[in-house]
Structure formats: structure tokens, C-alpha cells
């Protein structure tokens, strides 16, 4: 058996494609398709109203840019019926193509149109009818009459969901398209382009054309399905003075009369144009430009004419198909820009290599460059304007300008950052700031990019160690000059834009902070070694002159001038800061101690961070951050990796020593903050960026082993036999402050669950998910780290015992790891040191009581729980499923007639009641069965039909086998009774993804004798209707990607 890609072809009922193959000529050539069907659970509901099958539009992603394409546009504008589409899969056979997948719809609206420059067109059909049809081998090798599923929504009940935009954009985006060159033509704006015949259009990279049909639901007449059309979205290229006149269209909202997007295409050494799209009465609506980048444009319009050209026999062009459409007339409208796409769309693409600096007055930075000197090295900036058009405003309000704050990286870690914080923190009005791009010629470098901000304040600042840091300068004048190039190569005077916010009108966005952050974080800065000193607490620095400070991996340090609005007096503009986060390397004692002062709440005196710079060999301090008054607000542990600290604070002192022309250093710049007296705040800590944080760096290897009463694992250690083997874990803190509470109830102590990802399949695994359904206490729970020591055994480094335990979560993902999360009432840390002979000292150790102490465990993330059990590969079986009544693709001997499974998920979470009556809580919830379906096999067809009537089946047998020399042994059985198909996701040149819900399931995991040989296992069954329990509700994003997840083949 070999794998054979399948040959997609459309066929659209009066519409031409550009397929030239025999047979099929006209249909539409596809590069890739998806059709899912979701078995929507009614709660509740009357009758037989539970469990309508729901399908999702066809969404095709068509290759190319045929005619044909215009026909589909109007179709969907229009929202005219097409009586039927095809979609046909051919699979090569002896050098002919032979029809082997067929699916029909009948009664057809084109629901969503994404067209994407340089990429594909992808549309989406609903329909109210469905056949499919897969053809079967017979053992000649010929085709036999497959199986077929027709469907009628209208007659059989069902329902079509929505068209998922940002999906059909995404899906026209994933292929490449025909290699075209783009030409934007802006009435009364001069571009760069000095193509022949398109002299003063700009460059174009790649533009975006989305038309989607909005079907009103329970609208009056005919509103329902009216067109309603994206923005053109174009991405101009380089850096031309047209861009600053598109500039001053966008703030003052001027119209244009018409713009004009034109595709050439090379033919005999001549461009000939296959494409146009010409918009009239157009606005430009967002602005967006990325230094280092290119500008993306996006733009609004009343009236669109779309022409595509195809060709003769001879080659030459013919007059193509045209499609006019005028909203005003035609009834329909525009979607709002999307602001965040846009700026993506402009960073997506890599512009002119210029050197851009920032001049802030009265600070100093690092440029050296002559003519420029005291400006601050940028590596990127991002400069936005968006006009926002508000809907039932009076008189002028419509389309005023609201700008982003401009965004800076700035390089190195120059003394006037000091300087700049302190300016953020305060407030303080800085008269200007100007941004220059130089471009380098002939050995001199030529302003021709300026940006001048005029009454700035620094509305954000955002420091990453080891990385650049971010400023956000907010402003009320600004004025841009972009200067282009004369026939003899030197300067023009340029084109110029000056916008006053206050007389002109207009607004600033506020400061997005995690942009910001993420800015810092996108680029390298400075390799310092940073260290970490914590009063009372001992390190694992041996740095001389820094012994007992903690090696830190990484910091962030950020700062966030809140503007208050309508707050009365000076309450506006106070400064926030965020915790101060590090990433400490390796698995010192020390760390113990941090935890008990995060779970007790204890202050801390001060903390201070250094950065030392190598020089002649020693290290100089350069960088000097130190906390008063300080509280550890967050802990993050993980195991394989590092521990991520956030501390609070009511004091700091920031200090940047820079260097003397002899190359020593100067005293440098500090900057002190009292927040208590100057006034501010420490924003909240965000739990999910301190624990990616702790991810991001790679700890000591040790092995990890987990102990739990009760239930044997697999682990052959000395010592540590029947331990299960560990992957990884989590084990995180977070002391949650609460607002205006009363007494001690601040900041009382919220740890996560204990998260472990098992290593292999232990049969001891069946236990832990007994124990997890069943809500059976585990009396401990032992989490060991071993270090290796030469020749003799290995030395316990790390320990953390759980008391009075509960499985509060279980998930399985085949072919990777089983990740299990403990709830407890009583936690015990040890990590052990190193004498100065190398053996180990007593360490430290913190206990914490959570009934005793108080404080609380937080719910288990169920998504993280399961991407935890996904991250690591498991043991290499075949997975095999046999449902009652369909035949599947599968020729292992015992096995014939299963369906070959790539992958599977199968998880159970223990839902904590709160509040709920009697033995409410606890009861267990598991997730549907999920398994991704290799092949085409035509009993597929089969279950889609299961799936769309809810067909009750008996039971579902998914089996794990090991192959050896001799016959697959079963090492792993999961059978599930009276079973519905809950969930089906197609996705070609992928796999099927399919979902079970069932109400009992059996699981039997088989452990090896010492002969090697299979031994009885363990065996796990629960009835939910017996025992109390629930199925989730199947995520229908999920079982997509899923599918999408595997790539497909036909069997041949």
C-alpha cells in the first residue's frame, strides 16, 4: 500500500473554471477544502429537537486566478442560488484519473468570498443538501461502487452555521498563488513604480479583497443576505513620498475618487494586465506603518469593479469577466477596519534597510553618528493611524482621526533611559521628539524619513533583559516628511504632512501593553550577565564580589502611565508599574525560601538586580535596579526548565552607568520612585505570562519521579521502584491581593495544581483515572529530582510531597504523554545544596498547610492541561478503531476492518461544585473520545451519516497494538457503549477528525511480564449513568485542527 495525493476539482453549475483535464474540463481547480458536521446537543430542548445535526459552509481554497472567480463574486454580492456545486477528488491509476471521492450540494449560495494578493481565493458554500460518495478497491485493484450519504436539511432538520471569517481569510492566505506583479493607482498621489505604462502607482507586496454574505436572522423582506465587504487592504512597498500625502487623506478624511489595483503578468518580456479591481468614492481608513518594514493601507469605498482576463487558445489575453457592484445602490456595506490586522499586514513584509534614530529633547543617547550624535539607536518603530467612523454621530464627529501612540525599540542600554523612565513615571511633558531615517550614499548617510512629535509624553516604557526596550510616545502635534529621489539620484525637498490633534481634532489610542512588551521582547539587546540579590535569601552566584545572589536567565521591568480619563485634578496620568519578573536559572535552595515568603505574604526588605558587563576580565557593574519594600506576588516552577519570580514593590531606584571616552565608566544616571509618596501603582501579576516565563529557559537535567499511594509505575530506579516517570511539571503560586478586603484576607495564598506529564503507558495509569472519576482521596503524593553522581546512584536534589490529594484532572493524547493535575491540602519543598566536598547538605524545606494557614488551589485549566499532555512525544503504537456496523480500511491480521487512527485524545476532568447540594461536586466530567482518521476510507461515509442522524452505536473499540517479529500484541484497549458521533471535520490532503460521546467506557492497560510477555493489566470502567458523570460539549475549532493536524492519502 502506498499513499497517493487526490486531485480536487470544482464544479459550480454556469460558471467556467480553468481545469483542462479530460473529463472534468471547467470545473475549478482546488488546492485544498474542509466540510464538518457537529452533532448540536439541544439542553433541554422539546421533542426531538436535541442533537440536529449542524454542518459548516464547504469552504474550497481555489488555485489561481481564473475568470471565473468574478462570476463567484457577484454570486455572493448578489446572494444569488446556484442550483448545485461538485466537489470531485481523482486519484492517478495506471496513467488515466479515476473519480473516487464525490461530494454534491444542491440548492447553493456563496456565503463568503477571501481573495489575498499573491496567495489563493477561498469561498464558502451553504446549501440545503448533501451527498457524498466514496468509492472502495476492489481486490483487483479496480473501484467498486463505494458507499453514498445524502442529507436534506430542509426535510431531515439541520441547520448551516455561519461563515467564520477570519477562518476564510486564513484559509485564502495558507497557499501560494499566482506570482503576479501589484500596482496601486491612488487618484492625485504619485508612487514609486516605473513600470512602462504604470508610471506613479505604487508598489503593492500583497492586498487582501473579503466579501462576505451576513444572513439576517429574523430580518424583515429582503434584508437578509446582503453583501457586506472588507476594506482593501493593500501593503505598499519601500518608502515613497506619496505615502505621506495617503497620510494626510486618512487624518483628514478626504475622498478620493478613485483607486485602482492592477495584477501583471509577464509574457514575451512585456507585463500584460490579468487583473483589476478599480474602487470609486473611496476613504482611506487605516494607516499603518512599521519602520524596518513596509505601510499597509486599508481602504473604504461606495463602488467596486472587479475584471479578470483570461486566455485564448493562442495565448493571448481575452476580455475577461467583469463584475460592477455600487453599495449605495445595491444595498450593502462595509465591515470596520480591523486595527490589529492591519498593523500585522504591514510587519508581515520586510522594507527598505534604512538607519532610523530618535532625538528626545534634554536626553541623552548613544548614537555616535556624525551630525546625529546624543540620538538613541532604533531597531524598529511602529507609527498607526486609524480613522474611526462613528456610527449616528452628529455633524462632523463621523471619521475623526485617532492615532496609536508611537512605538519605539530602542537598542542598548544607553544611561538616558533612566532619563526616559523617569519622565514616564512622572508625567513630564517633553517639548519634542524626532524620528530620522537615514539611508546610506556613497559613504555618507541621507535624511529621508523624519517624524516630529511636538508636546510628548512617554505613555510606556517596557524593559526586557537581554533584549531592547520599548517606548510608547504619546503626542498632540505631529509632522512627517518623506523625501524622494531626483532623475540625478540626489534629494527632492520631499512631501510633507503636519497634524495638530487639538485644533485639527482627533485622538490618541491608548497604550496597548502587551504590544509593547512583546516589542522589547522581539529583539536582542546587550549581553549582560544579570544577578538577583534578595535580602535574607541565598543565591547560587559564586561571582566574586556577588556571592549568594541568584543567576537570572531574564527580566522584564515595564511602565505604564495610566491617562485617567475625566478624573478630577492631578489624578490623571499616574504611573503603573508591573511587577518586577525574573526567570532564576537552575534549582537553587534558595528557592524554597521564596516560595514560603510568597505563600506567607512576608515583606521583603529590598532586592536588588545587576547587570555586570565583561571588561579586561573582570565584571562591571553597569545596571543597578533596587526594590524597597518588597513582596513576592508570584511563583512559577517548571520542571526541565526555570523558576519565574514577580515581585511587588513601594520603592525603586533604577541606576544606568555608562562610558567615559578612556572606555571607563561614568557615574552614570539613577532615577528614584516612591510610590507610597509620588503616587502609582503595581498593576496585578499575570499568571499565565509568569509561567510561559519559567518555559522559556532550559533548567538543570534531572530526572523526575512521582510517587503516588496506591498506584505502581514504571520506573526501574534503585530505590525509587513503582515511581512513575516524569517528563515535566508545574507547580506554580500566585498570592492573589484582594481589593478592599477586610483583615488578613489580603493576599492570602492560591497555588495551581501539582501538573505532571507521565512518561510510556503504565498500567498504573488505569488506577489514576479510576481515582480521578471517582473522586478517591490519594493519601500522598511524592515528586522526586534526581541528580546523577557518577558511578553511585543518583542523589535526590529535589522533593515535593502533597497531602490529602485528589486527581482533579486527566488527559491522554496517543503517540504523546498522559498529563495528570493534583489538588492538595498540604504541600512540603525540599531542595538540598552542595557542600564544598560536593555531597549534599540538608537543604532547605517549607511547609504549608492550606486548611491550617489558609489559602486556595485555583481550577484546573482543562486547554492546558491537555496541550501539557500534548507536548511530549509517547511510546510508538498503532492505534486501531472498530466501530459496530462499519467496515474500515484496516489489513493487520485480527484486525481487518478497523479504521487506522493517527491520533487520538481521550481526557477527564473533575468538575469541583461549589456550593452544590449533597455528593454534587466532584462528579466527574470526561471529554468526548477523539480520533483522527487515516485515509479515505468509504466507511467514512458511514459515519458522517451516523453523525447527521444521530444514530445511536453500540460500541466503539479503540486498541493500542505493539508490533513485534510475530503477531501485534494489545497492549492498550479503551471500549466505549452506546456511543453517538458527535462530531466529524474533514480537511483534505489532511486527515477526518471524528468525536464519540458515549455513556460507559472500559480502558485496559497491559503491563509486560519479566519474561516480556503480557501481563493481565489493569482495568478501568465507569457508566456515567450509574455512577454519575457528564460528557463536554465537542470544540468544534478543535476537532478541525485536529483533522488539519495529519496530512491524508488515498490507499493504493
Known amino acids: 500500500m502506498a499513499n497517493a495525493q487526490l486531485t480536487y476539482l470544482l464544479k459550480i453549475d454556469g460558471i467556467a473554471g480553468d481545469s483542462t483535464i479530460k473529463g472534468f474540463e471547467g470545473y475549478f481547480t482546488v488546492d485544498e477544502f474542509t466540510f464538518n458536521e457537529l452533532t448540536r446537543l439541544a439542553n433541554g430542548g422539546a421533542g426531538g429537537s436535541s442533537g440536529k445535526a449542524q454542518f459548516d459552509p464547504l469552504m474550497v481554497d481555489i488555485a489561481g486566478l481564473p475568470p471565473g472567480l468574478v462570476t463567484l463574486l457577484k454570486d455572493a454580492a448578489t446572494g444569488k442560488h446556484i442550483p448545485s456545486v461538485e466537489l470531485v477528488g481523482l486519484k492517478p491509476d495506471k496513467g488515466t484519473l479515476e473519480k473516487v471521492y464525490d461530494l454534491t450540494l444542491n440548492n447553493v449560495t456563496l456565503a463568503g468570498y477571501a481573495a489575498d494578493g499573491k496567495h489563493d481565493?477561498?469561498?464558502?458554500?451553504?446549501?440545503?443538501?448533501?451527498?457524498?460518495?466514496?468509492?472502495?478497491?476492489?481486490?483487483?485493484?479496480?473501484?467498486?461502487?463505494?458507499?453514498?450519504?445524502?442529507?436534506?436539511?430542509?426535510?431531515?432538520?439541520?441547520?448551516?452555521a455561519s461563515v467564520n471569517h477570519d477562518a476564510l481569510a486564513a484559509f485564502a492566505h495558507s497557499h501560494n498563488g499566482p506570482a503576479l506583479t501589484y500596482l496601486l493607482k491612488v487618484d492625485g498621489v504619485t508612487g514609486d513604480s516605473t513600470i512602462k505604462g504604470y508610471e506613479g502607482y505604487f508598489t503593492v507586496d500583497e492586498f487582501t479583497f473579503n466579501e462576505l454574505t451576513k444572513l439576517a436572522n429574523g430580518g424583515a423582506g429582503g434584508s437578509s443576505g446582503k453583501a457586506q465587504f472588507d476594506p482593501l487592504m493593500v501593503d505598499i512597498a519601500g518608502l515613497s513620498p506619496g505615502l505621506v500625502t495617503l497620510l494626510k487623506d486618512a487624518a483628514t478624511g478626504k475622498h478620493i475618487p478613485s483607486v485602482e489595483l492592477v495584477g501583471l503578468k509577464p509574457d514575451k518580456g512585456a507585463l500584460d494586465k490579468v487583473y483589476d479591481l478599480t474602487l470609486n468614492n473611496v476613504t482611506l481608513a487605516g494607516y499603518a506603518a512599521d519602520g524596518k518594514h513596509d505601510t499597509a493601507l486599508a481602504f473604504d469605498y461606495s463602488k467596486l469593479t472587479e475584471t479578470i482576463t483570461g486566455q485564448k487558445p493562442d495565448g493571448s489575453p481575452d476580455t475577461g469577466q467583469t463584475f460592477t457592484f455600487d453599495l449605495a445602490r445595491g444595498g450593502g456595506s462595509l465591515a470596520p477596519v480591523n486595527h490589529d490586522t492591519l498593523a500585522a499586514f504591514a510587519h508581515s513584509h520586510v522594507g527598505p534597510a534604512l538607519t532610523y534614530l530618535l532625538k528626545v529633547d534634554g536626553v541623552t543617547g548613544d548614537s555616535t553618528i556624525k551630525g546625529y550624535e546624543g540620538y538613541f539607536t532604533v531597531d524598529e518603530f511602529t507609527f498607526n493611524e486609524l480613522t474611526r467612523l462613528a456610527n449616528g454621530g452628529a455633524g462632523g464627529?463621523?471619521?475623526?482621526?485617532?492615532?496609536?501612540?508611537?512605538?519605539?525599540?530602542?537598542?542598548?542600554?544607553?544611561?538616558?533611559?533612566?532619563?526616559?523612565?523617569?519622565?514616564?513615571?512622572?508625567?513630564?511633558?517633553?517639548?519634542?521628539?524626532?524620528?530620522?531615517?537615514?539611508?546610506?550614499?556613497?559613504?555618507?548617510?541621507?535624511?529621508?524619513?523624519?517624524?516630529?512629535?511636538?508636546?510628548?509624553?512617554?505613555?510606556?516604557?517596557?524593559?526586557?533583559?537581554?533584549?531592547?526596550?520599548?517606548?510608547?510616545?504619546?503626542?498632540?502635534?505631529?509632522?512627517?516628511?518623506?523625501?524622494?529621489?531626483?532623475?540625478?539620484?540626489?534629494?527632492?525637498?520631499?512631501?510633507?504632512?503636519?497634524?495638530?490633534?487639538?485644533?485639527?481634532?482627533?485622538?490618541?489610542?491608548?497604550?496597548?501593553?502587551?504590544?509593547?512588551?512583546?516589542?522589547?521582547?522581539?529583539?536582542?539587546?546587550?549581553?549582560?550577565?544579570?544577578?538577583?540579590?534578595?535580602?535574607?535569601?541565598?543565591?547560587?552566584s559564586k561571582v566574586a564580589g556577588y556571592e549568594g545572589y541568584f543567576t537570572v536567565d531574564e527580566f522584564t521591568f515595564n511602565e505604564l502611565t495610566k491617562l485617567a480619563n475625566g478624573g478630577a485634578g492631578g489624578s490623571a496620568g499616574k504611573a503603573q508599574f508591573d511587577p518586577l519578573m525574573v526567570d532564576i536559572a537552575g534549582l537553587s535552595p534558595g528557592l524554597v525560601t521564596l516560595l514560603k515568603d510568597a505563600a506567607t505574604g512576608k515583606h521583603i526588605p529590598s532586592v536588588e538586580l545587576v547587570g555586570l558587563k565583561p571588561d579586561k576580565g573582570a565584571l562591571e557593574k553597569v545596571y543597578d535596579l533596587t526594590l524597597n519594600n518588597v513582596a513576592l506576588a508570584g511563583y512559577a516552577a517548571d520542571g526541565g526548565h526555570d523558576t519565574a519570580l514577580a515581585f511587588d514593590f513601594t520603592k525603586l531606584t533604577e541606576t544606568i552607568t555608562g562610558q567615559k571616552p578612556d572606555g571607563s565608566l561614568d557615574t552614570g544616571q539613577t532615577f528614584t520612585f516612591d510610590l507610597a509618596h509620588n503616587g502609582g501603582s503595581i498593576a496585578p501579576v499575570n499568571h499565565d505570562t509568569l509561567a510561559a516565563f519559567a518555559h522559556s529557559h532550559?533548567?538543570?537535567?534531572?530526572?523526575?519521579?512521582?510517587?503516588?499511594?496506591?498506584?505502581?509505575?514504571?520506573?526501574?530506579?534503585?530505590?525509587?521502584?513503582?515511581?512513575?516517570?516524569?517528563?515535566?511539571?508545574?507547580?506554580?503560586?500566585?498570592?492573589?491581593?484582594?481589593?478592599?478586603?477586610?483583615?488578613?484576607?489580603?493576599?492570602?495564598?492560591?497555588?495551581?495544581p501539582l501538573t505532571v506529564d507521565i512518561a510510556g503507558l503504565s498500567p498504573g495509569l488505569v488506577t489514576l483515572l479510576k481515582d480521578a472519576a471517582t473522586g478517591k482521596q490519594i493519601p500522598s503524593v511524592e515528586l522526586v529530582g534526581l541528580k546523577p553522581s557518577g558511578d553511585g546512584p543518583p542523589q535526590k536534589v529535589y522533593d515535593l510531597t502533597l497531602n490529602h490529594v485528589t486527581l482533579a484532572g486527566y488527559a491522554a493524547d496517543s503517540g504523546h504523554d498522559t498529563a495528570l493535575a493534583f489538588d492538595f491540602s498540604k504541600l512540603t519543598e525540599t531542595i538540598t545544596g552542595q557542600k564544598p566536598d560536593g555531597s549534599p547538605d540538608t537543604g532547605q524545606t517549607f511547609t504549608f498547610d492550606l486548611a491550617h494557614n489558609g489559602g486556595s488551589i485555583a481550577p484546573v485549566n482543562h486547554d492546558a492541561l491537555a496541550a501539557f499532555a500534548h507536548s511530549h512525544v509517547g511510546p510508538a503504537l498503532t492505534y486501531l478503531l472498530k466501530v459496530d456496523g462499519v467496515t474500515g480500511d484496516s489489513m493487520i491480521k485480527g484486525y481487518q476492518g478497523d479504521f487506522t487512527v493517527d491520533e487520538f485524545a481521550f481526557n477527564e476532568l473533575t468538575r469541583l461544585s461549589n456550593g452544590g447540594a449533597g455528593g454534587s461536586s466532584s462528579k466527574a466530567q470526561f471529554d468526548p473520545l477523539m480520533v483522527d482518521i487515516a485515509g479515505s476510507s468509504p466507511g467514512l461515509v458511514t459515519l458522517l451519516k451516523d453523525a447527521a442522524t444521530g444514530k445511536h452505536i453500540q460500541s466503539v473499540e479503540?486498541?493500542?497494538?505493539?508490533?513485534?517479529?510475530?503477531?501485534?500484541?494489545?497492549?492498550?484497549?479503551?471500549?466505549?457503549?452506546?456511543?453517538?458521533l458527535a462530531g466529524y471535520a474533514a480537511d483534505s490532503g489532511h486527515d477526518t477528525a471524528l468525536a464519540f460521546d458515549y455513556a460507559k467506557v472500559t480502558e485496559t492497560i497491559k503491563g509486560q511480564k519479566p519474561d516480556g510477555s503480557l501481563d493481565a493489566g489493569q482495568t478501568f470502567s465507569f457508566d456515567l449513568v450509574h455512577h454519575g458523570g457528564s460528557i463536554a460539549p465537542v470544540n468544534h475549532d478543535a476537532l478541525a485542527a485536529f483533522a488539519h493536524a495529519h496530512d491524508g492519502f488515498f490507499m493504493v
Open 121 to 160: 481565493t477561498a469561498l464558502a458554500f451553504d446549501y440545503s443538501k448533501v451527498t457524498e460518495t466514496i468509492t472502495g478497491q476492489n481486490p483487483d485493484g479496480s473501484p467498486n461502487t463505494g458507499q453514498t450519504f445524502s442529507f436534506d436539511l430542509a426535510h431531515g432538520g439541520g441547520a448551516i
Open 397 to 540: 464627529s463621523a471619521g475623526k482621526a485617532q492615532f496609536d501612540p508611537l512605538m519605539v525599540d530602542i537598542a542598548g542600554l544607553s544611561p538616558g533611559l533612566v532619563t526616559l523612565l523617569k519622565d514616564a513615571a512622572t508625567g513630564k511633558h517633553i517639548p519634542s521628539v524626532e524620528l530620522v531615517g537615514l539611508k546610506p550614499d556613497k559613504g555618507t548617510l541621507e535624511k529621508v524619513y523624519d517624524l516630529t512629535l511636538n508636546n510628548v509624553t512617554l505613555a510606556g516604557y517596557a524593559a526586557d533583559s537581554g533584549h531592547d526596550t520599548a517606548l510608547a510616545f504619546d503626542y498632540t502635534k505631529l509632522t512627517e516628511t518623506i523625501q524622494g529621489q531626483k532623475p540625478d539620484g540626489s534629494l527632492d525637498t520631499g512631501q510633507t504632512f503636519s497634524f495638530d490633534l487639538t485644533h485639527n481634532g482627533g485622538s490618541l489610542a491608548p497604550v496597548n501593553h502587551d504590544t509593547l512588551a512583546a516589542f522589547a521582547h522581539s529583539h536582542i539587546g546587550p549581553a549582560l550577565t544579570y544577578l538577583l540579590k534578595v535580602d535574607g535569601v541565598t543565591g547560587d
Open 698 to 752: 532550559v533548567e538543570p537535567a534531572l530526572t523526575y519521579l512521582l510517587k503516588i499511594d496506591g498506584a505502581t509505575g514504571d520506573s526501574k530506579v534503585h530505590g525509587y521502584e513503582g515511581y512513575f516517570t516524569v517528563d515535566e511539571f508545574t507547580f506554580n503560586e500566585l498570592t492573589k491581593l484582594a481589593n478592599g478586603g477586610a483583615g488578613a484576607v489580603a493576599g492570602k495564598a492560591q497555588f495551581d
Open 958 to 980: 479503540l486498541v493500542g497494538l505493539k508490533l513485534g517479529e510475530g503477531t501485534p500484541q494489545k497492549v492498550y484497549d479503551l471500549t466505549l457503549n452506546n456511543v453517538t
